[in-house]
């Protein structure tokens, strides 16, 4: 970790040169050379950190040595940032004034003297007067030079010292253990198990014996082995095994890990009881619903990682649970037998270790799988050696594994096999050294990758998309243009989730692309031992036992973990100046009572560059109410996130002063009524998050210049802000150029009225221009686009003249032709369908929406590609015919005019997903004359269709149909009922699931 900081740092002073270079904007005299001399120390130090790192294991003095070159090379990258920061608000600060003044400015690097002239000078006042630099940013700019003074002689007093332990120096620069880049980004399977089948026999034996009724209650059998040994997946194996199925009514799994959380488990098991997420507050009536619904119904229940070894908050559940019936089990792991008694547990299985054949087994499995013959027999004996060193742990041996597929040759197996990481003694008997083996063999870069995820909880869900901000946020992925940081940030992810460091993987459903993951607790504990000194977690009861007192000055991360009783910022952590990010964990605290505290936190951690303080709870009364102005301060963060925070109103104004922000999430802050007038100060902005922030309805065209800006969720446009006639406008959103992922413009209605009275007033015609230049065809990141035709105007009037319009906007607002999701809602003029909706190549979903003026469908059989369709609030619509569904020939067109683009023979040919809902006058549907219609169609749903009379039979009939879901539709649901009276039921009684208003149609008797 040391040499990837050490590395930044040296890239960090070398894009201070660029930027003082390019904008003249120089400390005191004399501040150069020692910057210089600051350079060509570290370049020193960094040719023996390799050296330094594998020693620090076993020598202690290397690790303080480590240790001390730690702290000063994030003191001197949190000084260089300071410094940064002081050019580019200089920057900012010429192009506003040039902005609003036509006056000559004097250069600024003609402002550079010496610390003692300035105080020695009797003339200042005028000298000041003669230059463009104010007294508060040379104060400024003397202090960061005092700053890197001070730095650089701590640095030399270190590389002084670094001679005094004969490091090895690397003329190379690169680690003997760093593995040559991966060609592929395929996940290895390694979740295929071996040598458990005698142990999956017994404990199946165990649970499906009758109970011994001289015992009572329950019984509790408990799987108790070392971290890494397998005991989830042993009970994962159990748990979904035939016979278990069979014998149990109900099965319940609930990962408790630590703490014991009695509600947050109880919540979970009667969820699991009901299939119903309850909002119940009181843990007295969760336990009478769980007691009711296991009456007479035999259940499974597991409880995986478990830790607290305080009975009483596991008695109150367990007597609940005893009134379950005779053959009911639960099964417990855990680590400490302590607990397995604790929990009144009546039959211990104690999981061991593989055989050295069994570990070999999934060892070679992992390692030598995609290898030839030769390979394996060259690699074997090898292999075998480093198998037997793994100890018998799945954990290691899958960990060695997933590090060893990338080594081609034998000498780099060798080289591992010889690593003195073995003969670490660390806890749980050596299993990190397996751990560290393959820590080492990662690029420096992706070790603090790693490590920095010690910040989450143990068991935490980790967003993908947020590590990577949070990466960014930390300086981890450099400083590049575009989306290069970002993608820099997805290849380490693959890279470390193909080295097993990550494990159960939630992929995205359309591309099968990770969205969140975990670490397994043993791969947490390695990530917070590397991070012992400077990562920090504290709970409600560490504040209360006052172990906040015990966070080092150094420390760099926290996570503060508050509860309702224990509200309060522990003052300690008001002493920890050098703080770099900050998670406060508000899922079980009131986060209001934090408004008071945040004046004193902000004005004291200034150097943070990552603070979330999300209201976890989405509650109204337990929000945020206020941002103070002293966020201001927090001149170097770059990930800021009020998510959940519905009291919030207001952001500050202050906030725009900070230039190095890159995330900015205020999702779900539904009370949120504008963003700051300044907001086009937040020029590194890359990611505003701000989906569901309803009450926001007017933006600021400031926009125009965060040219960095990927992702902007929502974007108001039309409506003046604050009455000053600065919105948004479309034209505005074509110097977003890297927009990508998601995007809804809403406004459009306002955008139409205005353009209707300015033709009137001044006869300027320029809404088409306008929409032209917001370049969405443009922005090729673009997968999701929604277009709302919404109006903030309460005198809006729909005119004639806004029908067309409305028709020509739309028509100007080509989305990029790789666009995968279209939703278009609110439109007032005629039915559309413009001309590039069938050049989306791409386009798999589409939703069309509240149109209400809409009489008829547009023709939507003609995308080719289409997989998913949604059509609500139809309100005039009262037939969909062959428009819609496809005609063989449109009105004045011959058979040899027809459209290339699709094959008119086919309607609908890839269409899987078919929704109608709330058309409140919709009566008939006709099929179509196409020979063939929607032959892919799985599920077709029809919701509060009043006055609909029937469904097309030829699409009922479709073999490919597996779901008819009829709710709220009076007379489909007497058609469709299997009660004899049921007209269509001989046609849909062959769809594998049928549900009408709620309940699944049985087929049986």
């Not at 730690?70 to 050019?87: G, Q, R």
């Not at 997420?277 to 969760?286: D, P, R």
């Not at 943070?608 to 103070?628: A, H, Y």
């Not at 004639?800 to 028509?811: C, G, I, Q, S, Y």
Request: aromatic share 8%.
């Amino acid at each position: 970790m040391v040499d990837a900081l050490v590395s930044g740092v040296l890239d960090r002073l070398a894009s201070i040169g660029c930027q003082v270079a390019e904008n003249g904007v120089r400390l005191v005299v004399g501040v150069d050379e020692e910057v210089r001399k600051i350079g060509r120390t570290l370049q020193i130090i960094r040719a023996v950190l390799i050296d330094a790192e594998k020693r620090q294991v076993k020598e202690q003095a290397v690790k303080l040595w480590l240790d001390k070159l730690h702290n000063v090379a994030y003191d001197i990258e949190d000084v260089l940032d300071e410094w940064s920061t002081a050019i580019l608000k200089s920057k900012t600060e010429e192009y506003e004034s040039s902005s609003s003044s036509t006056s000559l400015v004097r250069p600024i690097q003609s402002s550079s003297i010496s610390i003692p002239q300035l105080f020695r000078r009797r003339d200042n006042a005028v000298w000041l007067q003669r230059t463009s630099i104010s007294i508060p940013r040379l104060v400024r700019r003397r202090d960061i030079a005092v700053k890197i003074q001070e730095l650089n002689e701590r640095l030399q007093a270190i590389a002084k010292e670094k001679d005094d332990y004969a490091f090895i120096v690397s003329l190379t620069g690169n680690n003997d253990l760093e593995s040559e880049r991966p060609k592929t980004t395929c996940f290895v399977d390694v979740s295929e198990i071996r040598g458990r089948d005698k142990d999956k026999c017994t404990l199946t034996s165990i649970l499906l014996s009758e109970n011994n009724t001289e015992v009572r209650g329950i019984p509790v059998i408990s799987i108790v082995g070392m971290g890494g040994i397998g005991k989830t997946t042993l009970a994962q194996m159990v748990y979904n095994q035939s016979e278990v199925n069979a014998y149990f009514q109900k099965k319940i799994w609930v990962c408790v890990s630590n703490p014991f959380d009695e509600m947050r488990v109880a919540k979970a098991i009667l969820e699991s009881l009901t299939g119903v997420a309850w909002s119940l507050s009181e843990l007295n009536s969760v336990l009478e619903k769980i007691h009711e619904s296991i009456t007479r119904k035999k259940f499974l229940l597991v409880l995986d990682d478990v830790w607290t070894e305080d009975e009483r908050k596991w008695q109150s559940l367990k007597c609940c649970l005893n009134g379950g019936p005779q053959g009911s089990k639960i099964l417990v792991t855990t680590r400490k037998e302590n607990v397995a008694t604790i929990m009144g547990c009546t039959k211990l299985f104690h999981l061991g270790k593989l055989s050295e054949e069994e570990c070999w087994s999934l060892f070679s499995h992992i390692a030598l799988s995609r290898r030839n013959d030769r390979e394996r027999k060259i690699l074997a004996d090898i292999g075998k050696k480093i198998s037997d060193k793994c100890k018998g742990l799945p954990l290691a041996a899958k960990t060695l594994g997933g590090l060893l597929r990338f080594k081609r040759s034998r000498e780099q197996w060798q080289r591992i096999l010889d690593s003195h990481m073995w003969e670490l003694d660390e806890a749980e008997n050596g299993l990190f050294s397996p751990l560290l083996l393959s820590y080492y063999d990662l690029p420096s870069s992706l070790r603090q990758c790693f490590s920095y995820c010690a910040i989450f909880p143990k068991d935490h869900k980790i967003e993908k998309d947020l590590l990577i901000k949070l990466w960014m946020a930390q300086g981890f992925l450099g400083d590049m243009e575009g989306n290069e940081m970002e993608i820099v940030g997805e290849e380490y992810f693959d890279n470390l989730a193909m080295r097993s460091f990550f494990q159960e993987f939630e992929k995205d459903e359309d591309d099968d692309s990770i969205v969140r993951c975990k670490m397994h607790d043993i791969v947490h504990e390695f990530a917070q031992l590397l991070r012992k000194n400077e990562c920090f977690a504290l709970s409600g009861n560490d504040i209360e036992e006052q172990r906040a007192d015990c966070i080092r000055e150094n420390a760099r991360h926290l996570t503060l973990i508050l509860d309702d009783d224990h509200v309060a910022i522990p003052n300690p952590l008001y002493n920890i100046k050098k703080l770099r990010s900050l998670l406060v964990d508000s899922s079980h605290c009131n986060l209001s009572t934090l408004n008071a505290a945040l004046p004193k936190l902000f004005d004291q951690l200034t150097r943070l560059r990552m603070l979330d303080l999300s209201n976890n709870r989405c509650r109204l009364q337990s929000s945020i109410k206020e941002l103070p102005m002293e966020i201001g301060k927090l001149i170097h963060l770059r990930y800021f996130s009020v998510e959940g925070n519905k009291g919030l109103e207001y952001l500050p104004d202050s906030l725009c002063d900070l230039c190095n922000l890159q995330t900015l999430n205020i999702r779900l802050c539904l009370g949120l009524r504008r963003l700051p007038s300044g907001i086009g100060g937040l020029v590194n902005l890359r990611h505003l998050q701000n989906a569901e922030t309803y009450g926001c309805r007017s933006m600021a065209s400031g926009f125009g210049r965060l040219t960095r800006l990927q992702t902007l969720e929502e974007l108001v446009v039309g409506e003046a802000f604050s009455g000053l006639g600065v919105a948004f406008n479309l034209r505005d959103l074509g110097y977003l150029a890297h927009l990508r992922g998601n995007l809804k413009i809403i406004g459009l209605g306002d955008v139409i009225q205005q353009k209707v009275l300015m033709v009137r007033r001044l006869g300027n015609e320029s809404l088409g221009n306008e929409a032209e230049e917001a370049g969405l065809r443009s922005k090729t990141g673009l997968r999701n686009l929604t277009l709302s035709f919404d109006s903030n105007s309460k005198n809006r009037r729909i005119t004639d003249e806004a029908f067309l319009r409305e028709a020509f906007l739309l028509e100007a607002l080509q989305p990029p032709p790789y666009l995968e999701s279209l939703t278009i809602n609110r439109m007032n003029g005629p039915t559309v369908f413009p001309s590039w909706m069938t050049s989306l190549t791409m386009l798999k979903r589409v939703i069309l929406w509240a149109c209400f003026f809409w009489e008829t469908l547009p023709p939507m059989w003609k995308l080719p590609f289409l997989e998913h369709l949604e059509i609500w609030e139809m309100k005039k619509v009262k037939k969909v015919g062959q428009e819609f569904m496809g005609a063989d020939r449109e009105e004045g067109q011959t058979s040899s005019s027809s459209l290339s683009s699709v094959n008119n023979n086919i309607a609908f040919p890839n269409l899987k997903h078919l929704k109608f809902q709330v058309m409140e006058e919709w009566e008939e549907w006709e099929y179509g004359n196409l020979p063939t219609i929607m032959p892919s169609l799985c599920s077709l749903k029809i919701n509060s269709c009043l006055k609909l009379k029937l469904l097309p039979r030829v699409l009922l009939q479709k073999t490919t149909l597996q779901v008819l879901d009829i709710f709220d539709c009076p007379i489909l649901r007497e058609r469709c009922s299997r009660n004899g009276r049921g007209e269509d039921w001989p046609y849909i009684s062959h769809i594998p699931t049928i549900t009408i208003d709620g309940e699944d149609v049985r087929r049986d008797g």
